[in-house]
């Protein structure tokens, strides 16, 4: 099964993240690393490849 892949030079890391809110099986998840910090991360398990994320993205940051 396709899956997508979080190009890290192009996200922003924004708590935010308009990709994270449209995924319909909560595949994108906000890691926070510090009080107003952290990571946007691809749960590989969970993403079906859907492709949902690739357009709402405003960076180009995720690919199938
Ligand atoms: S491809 Fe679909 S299932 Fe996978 S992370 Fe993006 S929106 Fe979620």
Do not use: D
């Given at each position: 099964m396709k899956?997508?892949?979080?190009l890290k030079d192009r996200c922003d890391s924004s708590p935010f993240c308009a990709a994270k809110r449209v995924c319909p099986v909560s595949a994108i998840e906000f890691?926070?690393?510090g009080l107003f910090?952290?990571?946007?991360?691809?749960?590989e398990e969970k993403c079906v490849g859907c492709?949902?994320?690739?357009?709402?993205?405003?960076?180009?940051?995720l690919k199938i």
């Open positions: 899956k997508v892949k979080l890691k926070k690393t910090s952290g990571n946007v991360v691809i749960n492709g949902k994320c690739v357009n709402v993205c405003p960076h180009g940051a």
